[in-house]
């Protein structure tokens, strides 16, 4: 990517709500921040808004950098800005850190106004519903009715379905990548070790780590290393490392193989960033999202009263969230004669691919989003 | 199965080594033991023998029960029985455990002599090559020079195939099941991350956490729980759980579905049982056993000194040790005008086929084994 293209400094800004909001689970947030970014212009009738929802570790901080000196920009920078596929010439991008977030957004680490001490444990469970309708308590905030787009990947592409369902009148267009309408068993069973691994470190204290100083590094290291198998696919692993010896063999348990380098250097670094209340309450998310089960299991009646355009995306090589269950989206959808469009891209990367400039995949997004008609001075 | 084709009551016995074994790392144990089980009776030219390697978590204990009150028999009692397809009236089968081991064969958890005290972290890591060795030293105990087949899923799969490749003159069949000619990267990735939940655990003491009275129990049941992802195929844990809830949903991190209490219960059970050094070693054999990788990792070279006949046997569901890596070692042994059966499963199970009785998987192996000559009393 050239420099002219990049959306330059950027600032994260915080919304303050009072209004109490209620939880899927019955609990309620008396007051809650969201923190976001926006990148471009609000057009005069705010029919350009996209909002991007984030995935498992995801954050506000979607493209450009703090400063100058910042090593990377935001973690989707190769999708968002001037001239690249989701154009902030044309549109007004949104990203917001959830709910239960560890990046300034209410969540475990900040402070409970109950008692003036990080929430911890008490903090609740949210659920995608329950960022969606945050989401929306945002849009309000910044004066916007109706998205243009909303677009996520993962877990965001589960929040971009749930945009549909739950604000029917409020998003005009939907993409949803490499995503699913719940996730299997085995997706669970992912989730579950890697929480285990987190809640049976002995430093996890129940949760309240923080009140001991101490965090529960060597679980989240195990989450993270197991989650970094399951984003790459066993073609991309073997291509990247295949068998690679670091060295000639020791006959140890230290670092052997170039894959095992990796992956505790992934964990190392997770470990020492993320919340790992905000892990657990993001797999949670992930688990529990399953908008057919209130329709008896039935996606097509659950999607019946959609009213947004589809563009739903998957890789070939994702067996996280593979090209079958993007499917049973596209189905649903048809099963309602909505407007939906679908592509299954040939990527090796795995569940990964959805981060990745790949050409195929970012000429279908910057088709879908220039083909978007918006009004004011940014109408085509 | 009804109750007139099993062995019945075994007893395990123990052979002892003085002579030295060098092991493939360079290291040596001055003297060690193997633990095994024997079913059936060796016949007079002594052409009946059948040696069962077993993989990762198993043991000597093949077939049969110690006891009435058993609750359970051997685990390949399906397999191994008068009249099953490992028919015992034909055949003297041999079940051992590996060294390494925590079941009775020299390991971790034995005394090491030079000390009197658990050999712990001590204990040398052990490769395939170095359990066939040792497993060719208990075959000169018993008298036996050639063994009419050798047997293993999985790892002892490996083991199987390394026995046609150390000891050409030494067996006649050998049967190759879900197995592969070394590991993939993903493979080695997911013993990696569970050999870390090990050796992070604040109880794993360096390995040697018998002198302080503890087990890493947390560590080796992460490692099960993962281990139980992997055996199991996507499909198969559909099937078997899918997103079945144990009750209402609590929103919690407790137990809320019923494939989050299976994996609870796999793990706890494990880590009551087993050893956390022992699993760190076989998995580490797991990783290192490459038999090309002296060849320029041309395995047809490899296997060019070969004499025995092959049975080779995948299912299609096993992601773990996919069907293409099964044909890889039969492509290998076709170069080299090996003679070589091919039987690829449609079983749902994924990798935990291989234990279990499906009636098509049976049926090939009992023809195959029933087409196996042996001398003496037992020839066909």
């Given at each position: 990517?050239?420099?002219?293209?990049?959306?330059?400094?950027?600032?994260?800004?915080?919304?303050?709500?009072?209004?109490?909001?209620?939880?899927?689970?019955?609990?309620?947030?008396?007051?809650?921040?969201?923190?976001?970014?926006?990148?471009?212009?609000?057009?005069?009738?705010?029919?350009?808004?996209?909002?991007?929802?984030?995935?498992?570790?995801?954050?506000?901080?979607?493209?450009?950098?703090?400063?100058?000196?910042?090593?990377?920009?935001?973690?989707?920078?190769?999708?968002?800005?001037?001239?690249?596929p989701l154009d902030t010439n044309k549109f007004f991008v949104i990203?917001?850190?959830?709910?239960?977030?560890?990046?300034?957004?209410?969540?475990?680490?900040?402070?409970?106004?109950?008692?003036?001490?990080?929430?911890?444990?008490?903090?609740?469970?949210?659920?995608?519903?329950?960022?969606?309708?945050?989401?929306?308590?945002?849009?309000?905030?910044?004066?916007?009715?109706?998205?243009?787009?909303?677009?996520?990947?993962?877990?965001?592409?589960?929040?971009?379905?749930?945009?549909?369902?739950?604000?029917?009148?409020?998003?005009?267009?939907?993409?949803?990548?490499?995503?699913?309408?719940?996730?299997?068993?085995?997706?669970?069973?992912?989730?579950?070790?890697?929480?285990?691994?987190?809640?049976?470190?002995?430093?996890?204290?129940?949760?309240?780590?923080?009140?001991?100083?101490?965090?529960?590094?060597?679980?989240?290291?195990?989450?993270?290393?197991?989650?970094?198998?399951?984003?790459?696919?066993?073609?991309?692993?073997?291509?990247?490392?295949?068998?690679?010896?670091?060295?000639?063999?020791?006959?140890?348990?230290?670092?052997?193989?170039?894959?095992?380098?990796?992956?505790?250097?992934?964990?190392?670094?997770?470990?020492?960033?993320?919340?790992?209340?905000?892990?657990?309450?993001?797999?949670?998310?992930?688990?529990?999202?399953?908008?057919?089960?209130?329709?008896?299991?039935?996606?097509?009646?659950?999607?019946?009263?959609?009213?947004?355009?589809?563009?739903?995306?998957?890789?070939?090589?994702?067996?996280?969230?593979?090209?079958?269950?993007?499917?049973?989206?596209?189905?649903?959808?048809?099963?309602?004669?909505?407007?939906?469009?679908?592509?299954?891209?040939?990527?090796?990367?795995?569940?990964?691919?959805?981060?990745?400039?790949?050409?195929?995949?970012?000429?279908?997004?910057?088709?879908?989003?220039?083909?978007?008609?918006?009004?004011?001075?940014?109408?085509?």
């Open positions: 990517m050239s420099e002219n293209n990049t959306i330059g400094i950027v600032a994260p800004q915080t919304a303050h709500f009072n209004e109490p909001l209620t939880l899927k689970s019955g609990a309620a947030l008396s007051q809650f921040d969201l923190v976001y970014e926006t990148y471009g212009t609000l057009n005069a009738d705010k029919s350009n808004a996209v909002l991007i929802c984030h995935a498992l570790s995801g954050t506000h901080h979607v493209a450009g950098k703090y400063s100058e000196k910042d090593k990377y920009p935001g973690w989707w920078d190769n999708l968002v800005g001037p001239n690249k990203g917001v850190n959830n709910l239960g977030g560890c990046h300034g957004s209410s969540g475990p680490v900040s402070t409970n106004p109950a008692t003036g001490k990080p929430w911890g444990s008490e903090f609740p469970i949210v659920t995608v519903e329950d960022w969606v309708n945050s989401q929306a308590r945002l849009l309000d905030q910044l004066g916007i009715t109706q998205l243009a787009a909303v677009i996520g990947g993962s877990l965001g592409g589960m929040q971009a379905l749930q945009w549909t369902i739950a604000y029917p009148d409020r998003v005009r267009h939907a993409l949803v990548i490499a995503s699913a309408p719940n996730l299997t068993a085995q997706n669970m069973a992912f989730n579950e070790v890697a929480r285990q691994a987190i809640i049976t470190d002995p430093e996890f204290h129940g949760g309240d780590y923080y009140e001991h100083g101490v965090v529960p590094r060597r679980g989240l290291r195990i989450a993270r290393m197991l989650g970094h198998i399951t984003y790459l696919s066993d073609d991309a692993m073997g291509e990247k490392f295949g068998r690679k010896l670091k060295d000639s063999i020791k006959y140890s348990f230290d670092v052997e193989f170039e894959m095992e380098s990796y992956l505790r250097y992934q964990g190392d670094k997770f470990a020492g960033e993320f919340d790992a209340n905000t892990y657990l309450r993001m797999t949670r998310a992930l688990d529990y999202y399953d908008p057919a089960l209130a329709y008896g299991g039935d996606l097509s009646k659950t999607l019946s009263q959609v009213k947004a355009k589809f563009l739903v995306l998957s890789f070939t090589s994702d067996w996280r969230f593979s090209p079958a269950r993007s499917r049973e989206i596209v189905k649903a959808l048809l099963d309602n004669e909505r407007t939906v469009s679908y592509a299954e891209v040939t990527a090796a990367h795995g569940h990964d691919a959805f981060l990745m400039p790949d050409e195929h995949y970012h000429a279908i997004l910057r088709t879908y989003l220039s083909n978007i008609e918006v009004g004011g001075n940014h109408a085509k």
